[in-house]
Protein backbone atom coordinates (compact mmCIF):
# COMPACT_ATOMS: atom_id res chain seq x y z
CA UNK A 1 0.00 0.00 0.00
CA UNK A 2 2.70 2.56 0.80
CA UNK A 3 4.49 1.52 -2.27
CA UNK A 4 1.63 2.54 -4.37
CA UNK A 5 1.18 5.83 -2.72
CA UNK A 6 4.63 6.70 -3.46
CA UNK A 7 4.50 5.02 -7.02
CA UNK A 8 0.98 7.66 -7.54
CA UNK A 9 2.47 10.45 -5.99
CA UNK A 10 5.75 10.20 -8.09
CA UNK A 11 3.63 9.91 -11.10
CA UNK A 12 1.45 13.04 -10.53
CA UNK A 13 4.97 15.06 -9.56
CA UNK A 14 6.20 13.92 -12.87
CA UNK A 15 2.98 15.27 -14.80
CA UNK A 16 3.33 18.29 -12.89
CA UNK A 17 6.83 19.20 -14.31
CA UNK A 18 6.07 18.49 -17.54
CA UNK A 19 2.90 20.43 -17.63
CA UNK A 20 5.02 22.90 -15.71
CA UNK A 21 7.92 22.30 -18.60
CA UNK A 22 5.56 22.91 -21.51
CA UNK A 23 4.32 26.22 -19.66
CA UNK A 24 7.84 27.61 -19.55
CA UNK A 25 8.97 26.21 -23.47
CA UNK A 26 6.03 25.89 -25.16
CA UNK A 27 6.71 22.33 -26.97
CA UNK A 28 4.25 20.25 -27.44
CA UNK A 29 5.83 17.35 -26.55
CA UNK A 30 6.22 18.18 -22.84
CA UNK A 31 2.08 18.57 -22.71
CA UNK A 32 1.56 15.37 -24.80
CA UNK A 33 4.07 13.50 -22.27
CA UNK A 34 2.08 14.82 -19.05
CA UNK A 35 -1.22 13.85 -20.13
CA UNK A 36 0.14 10.22 -20.73
CA UNK A 37 1.63 9.89 -17.60
CA UNK A 38 -1.42 11.72 -16.20
CA UNK A 39 -4.03 9.10 -18.15
CA UNK A 40 -1.86 5.54 -16.96
CA UNK A 41 -1.70 6.92 -13.84
CA UNK A 42 -5.65 8.11 -13.25
CA UNK A 43 -5.84 3.78 -14.88
CA UNK A 44 -3.39 2.56 -12.16
CA UNK A 45 -5.76 4.15 -9.28
CA UNK A 46 -8.94 2.88 -10.88
CA UNK A 47 -7.70 -0.33 -11.21
CA UNK A 48 -5.86 -0.63 -7.91
CA UNK A 49 -8.94 1.01 -6.02
CA UNK A 50 -11.53 -1.93 -8.13
CA UNK A 51 -8.82 -4.35 -6.77
CA UNK A 52 -9.61 -3.57 -2.96
CA UNK A 53 -13.28 -3.10 -3.82
CA UNK A 54 -13.76 -6.71 -4.84
CA UNK A 55 -10.88 -7.74 -1.87
CA UNK A 56 -13.53 -6.38 0.90
CA UNK A 57 -16.67 -7.23 -0.99
CA UNK A 58 -15.66 -11.11 -0.71
Same mark, same amino acid.
Given at each position: #???? =?? !? *? ?7 ? $?? %??? &? *?????? =? &? =? /???? #? $????? $? !?????? %????? *?? /? !??
Amino acid at each position: #MLLF =RW !I *VTLLLLMAG $VS %FAF &Y *VGTGQV =R &Y =R /RFGL #M $VLKWT $V !IAACAF %FSVLL *VG /R !IA
